[in-house]
């Protein structure tokens, strides 16, 4: 991830494969022009456009006349999007979920060219409950009617069809909400499927979850900046599935970094963010054909800079609600030079960056993704060198989730800040090139500070699950013991964080930061083991990289009551199935989880979103997205534990972790388990941060 993060290493080794195939609407605005923010129906007196599809569905809208069946219009060997003609284009008025009220308004038929114009009757004015649309005999291309020239074709629908999807009122629609949605779309310039079925699933695939941030904050309002001024930390986890076109090699990437930010107001919704210093760390586990078996190679990096030469600066915007916003364009870069210059060249999709508000004004929060594209360099120059990215010679594939968290620094801090039980989350991946081997797993458990220099794990706290993968097994466990923990620690003026654990011979140091009401603390280790090379004059090799997250939130004598609460969700995981499948999944947007009046049960709601390979060789598919509704039940212990539990015979589903003393944020561990033996039986573990609905 880049931007929010604001730092990322320019290189990239083997990385994934995402659907060229998508629309091309480079001309196909919805709207000529943006319009005011005022959502009041716009009076006119006509609407009008030009209807184009792919060209596998333009006969289901079209009625050919005569003329046409026997001389076919020139444009029809035109890979993309075709005019529709001779159809009908219907405006009508819609309810919320995009049923259709009341009888057709008007309609008017389309040109040879695709163009139609409809006559508004009177007393009709352009809103956003106001559609037209195409009907054909399997399917409708619809377009949200909000100025005088509305397109239709596969990008209005698809706008269409998110909205409608969403809790958004349609008559509240402004015309720049419209062209924000379409600027999604028009970033990409790709060219259309053979059908409006597979166009749309393909869009969906590299710009389905920046349409579902975009939509999210579609209906905010600028917010004040002057408040987030400041010195802030930054903790971003991202995990990615790398693949190669042809299906001979893959890889799994995963980094993290911690930084530190400093925030500036440029106008009064609008930020600076200057990244002052940063660590950043990732590891690549690639995986490739060796006679019968498959192999693997590792590679690790790392950067950090106290005072960078150029800090990298990027603009946000802020809502009222506290949420912040950076839109990110197409970017393209190289790789490292390996003598006859760049190997590969990347290309990351337009994207949408936003941090929610964490459960108080100085932590922010966010799920994001990007989709990234690898390309072979070319020689445009012919100096012997590559230089730029070659479009024409895709061979891969990179899309990636993060988990992103803002915290700004406190002032005249100390030890003291931490007094008491802190609930522990934490998150640790292991990487092993001698074995082909992942292992992840998840541990709860609370840590007592005494508010001077101590801390050690609560007895009995533990709760502990692994996964261990190799392309051809999958081991589950949670019936292995934590290690007990005790150490000392130090908090200095801003929030920063040191733990030192004593292990006998091995005193470990663990750092990172506490806000600055000393109720969440985030911390975060890496650690490499290294063998010597073949070659004695080779630098050693790195065989096993392990990169461990820990989230803690403080904890009450006694638990809050959750009891008809409300959670917001940001999740993380990774899971395996058993014939060498890998999936990393989250929530397209913030799930839910609800309690009931009781608090002894609750309902998760969210619709997931998944980066998925099938094979340990196998290519990414397209970003896959399914609604979940689990009904749990729930225990909140004295100790502030919280246990949520379903199981439906073929799936269980358990979080464990904890509620803060104000019930604002939960941090859950989450383990999802299919033991049915079958080859596809899935094992999950990760983490979830939950933030409290007002």
Not at 173 to 195: F, K, P, Q, S, Y
Request: glycine share 10%; with cysteine.
């Amino acid at each position: 991830m880049r931007s929010m993060r604001l730092s990322k290493l320019q290189f990239h080794l083997l990385l994934p494969t995402v659907l060229l195939g998508l629309v091309a609407c480079s001309d196909n605005n919805s709207t000529t022009a943006s319009s005011p923010s005022s959502p009041s129906p716009t009076p006119t007196s006509s609407v009008s456009g030009t209807v184009t599809a792919p060209s596998g569905v333009v006969v289901n809208f079209s009625q050919p006349t005569l003329f046409q069946l026997f001389f076919p219009p020139a444009y029809a060997a035109i890979i993309g999007l075709e005019p529709v003609s001779n159809a009908t284009v219907e405006l009508i008025r819609i309810d919320d979920d995009g049923n259709q009220v009341g009888e057709v308004i008007a309609s008017a038929p389309t040109s040879i060219t695709g163009e139609y114009n409809i006559t508004l009757p009177s007393g009709v004015s352009l809103a956003g409950n106001l559609v037209v649309r195409i009907r054909g005999a399997n399917t409708n291309m619809n377009a949200i009617a909000l100025d005088q020239k509305v397109n239709i074709d596969p990008g209005s629908h698809y706008i269409y069809q998110n909205l409608v999807d969403s809790d958004l009122v349609m008559a509240d629609l402004a015309a720049n909400h419209i062209v924000t949605l379409r600027g999604v779309i028009d970033e990409l310039d790709l060219t259309a499927g053979t059908d409006l079925t597979e166009t749309l699933a393909a869009l969906d695939a590299v710009a389905g979850f920046r349409m579902k941030q975009e939509v999210a904050v579609l209906a905010t309002t600028p917010g004040d900046a002057a408040i987030f001024e400041g010195s802030w930390r930054n903790g971003i986890f991202e995990m990615a599935l790398h693949d190669h076109d042809d299906g001979t090699s893959s890889s799994f990437y995963t980094s993290m970094e911690i930084g530190v930010l400093d925030i500036e107001s440029n106008s009064s919704d609008n930020l600076s963010i200057t990244l002052a210093s940063y660590e950043y760390n990732n590891g690549i586990l690639g995986f490739y054909q060796s006679g019968e078996a498959i192999d693997s190679w590792l590679f690790t990096a790392t950067e950090f800079t106290s005072t960078p030469e150029a800090p990298e600066v990027v603009d946000v915007e802020v809502t009222s609600d506290g949420t912040l916003i950076e839109r990110l364009s197409l970017d393209e870069h190289l790789s490292y030079d390996n003598g006859d210059g760049p190997e590969f060249g990347f290309r990351t999709l337009p994207s949408t960056f936003i941090l929610a508000p964490g459960g108080s004004d100085d932590v922010k929060v966010g799920i994001n993704q990007e989709v990234g594209l690898r390309f072979l360099t070319v020689d445009t120059d012919n100096d012997g060198k590559f230089d730029a990215v070659d479009p024409n010679q895709k061979v891969g594939d990179e899309p990636s989730l993060t988990f992103d968290l803002f915290v700004k620094n406190g002032n005249g801090m100390s030890n003291s800040i931490l007094d008491g039980n802190i609930g522990l989350v934490e998150f640790e991946l292991l990487l092993d090139s001698n074995n082909a081997k992942t292992e992840v797993a998840t541990e709860s458990s609370i840590l007592s500070f005494d508010g001077t220099d101590a801390f050690s794990t609560l007895e009995g706290s533990e709760k502990l699950a692994e996964i261990v993968r190799t392309p051809t097994s999958v081991a589950f466990s949670d019936t292995l013991s934590g290690d007990d923990v005790s150490g000392t620690y130090g908090v200095s003026d801003n929030g920063q964080l040191t733990l030192s654990i004593d292990e006998g011979d091995d005193n470990i140091t663990i750092n990172g930061f506490v806000s600055g009401s000393g109720d969440l603390l985030v911390a975060s280790l890496v650690e490499r083991t290294e063998v010597a090379s073949p070659q004695p004059e080779d630098p050693p090799q790195v065989v096993e990289y392990i990169q461990w997250l820990s989230m803690g939130i403080g904890l009450g004598d006694t638990p809050p009551s959750v009891a008809g609460v409300k959670y917001k969700l940001y999740p993380m995981e990774l899971g395996f199935t058993e014939n060498g499948g890998t999936d990393v999944l989250t929530f397209s947007h913030p799930g839910t989880l609800t309690f009931s009046e009781s608090g002894t049960q609750a309902t998760l709601i969210g619709q997931t979103l998944g980066i998925t390979r099938h094979a340990a060789l196998g290519q990414v598919l397209p970003p896959e997205e399914e609604q979940e509704t689990i009904q749990m039940t729930a225990n909140v212990n004295p100790d502030s534990s919280v246990t949520l539990e379903e199981d439906d015979g073929s799936l269980e589903v358990t979080l464990d972790g904890f509620v803060s003393a104000d019930g604002s944020r939960m941090l859950l561990s989450l383990k999802a388990i299919e033991d049915d033996g079958t080859p596809d039986a899935y094992h999950g573990l990760g983490f979830v941060f939950a933030v409290k609905e007002d």
